[in-house]
Every structure is written in C-alpha cells, then in structure tokens.
C-alpha cells in the first residue's frame, strides 16, 4: 500500500513493517484489529483493517468508549474498480455497527476518496502534529 503513495525510504518502510508485525498480532490477539481479505482465483485482491480505539464518550457517541478507525484499505491496480473496496468498507462500518461503534474514522488518500464519500464518510476539522525523529 505505501509503495504506491509518496513514500518514505525504503529504510523507514522496513523499520516500519518490523514493528508493524508484533504490533498488528497484539492488536488481533486482544482483538482491537479486525482485517479482512478479498482474494480471486488465489491472489490478494485487496483488504482492509478497523482498529477498535478506546475513546471517551463524546456527543457524537455519548454512551460509548470506542471509536473504529479504518486503516491498510487497498485493492491492487488490476482488481480496481470492481467494487472490492466498497465492499470492504461497507463490511467494516457493518462490524462497526455491531458492536455499537457510531463513529469511524480514516484518512483517505486522494484516490480513495470517492469511494468513502459515497458511502457517508465527510471532511472534518481534524489536524495533526508529527515531532520528527532527530537524526
């Protein structure tokens, strides 16, 4: 998925996917990561990921501690425009839904956008700060 976006190094993206591992393995071990697969006729078509994030109720949720957050959403080049990632999504707000989470976030890259417009998802206000790393 990051090597088809604006990537860092390939020295950043091996440190990351080192740690990704044990992280994601925790995360379906304790299960706050759900993921899911689409294949056709053997190979990976795509796949996607919701993190269950423990958030303190809030008026958008005001009788829930959690929050879904969408993440790793990718369909390869060739299996686009099929609808995989339509029916990814639309799995994960269903998995969402059932366990009562009202609020599910990502951030979408330009190309994903559409998708996750039409199917409800919005802009917000949302800002971000990143310290970097010293050298």
């Not at 109720?57 to 099929?82: A, I, M």
């Not at 998802?121 to 050298?135: G, P």
Request: hydrophobic share 40%.
């Amino acid at each position: 998925m990051f090597l088809s976006m604006p990537n860092p190094s390939d020295i950043v993206l091996e440190q990351m996917s080192r740690a990704f591992e044990p992280w994601v393995k925790q995360r379906i071990a304790d299960g706050r990561y759900l993921g899911w697969v689409v294949e056709e006729d053997g190979r990976t078509a795509g796949s996607a990921g919701m993190l269950l994030v423990d958030w303190p109720p809030h008026p958008l949720h005001p009788g829930s501690n959690q929050r879904g957050y969408l993440l790793n959403v990718f369909v390869e080049p060739q299996f686009r425009k099929r609808g995989i990632a339509h029916s990814l999504i639309k799995n994960c707000l269903t998995q969402a839904r059932q366990r009562s989470v009202r609020v599910v976030t990502l951030h979408a890259s330009d190309a994903g956008r559409s998708v996750y417009e039409k199917l409800g998802f919005r802009s917000t206000s949302e800002m971000m700060f990143v310290e970097r790393e010293k050298s």
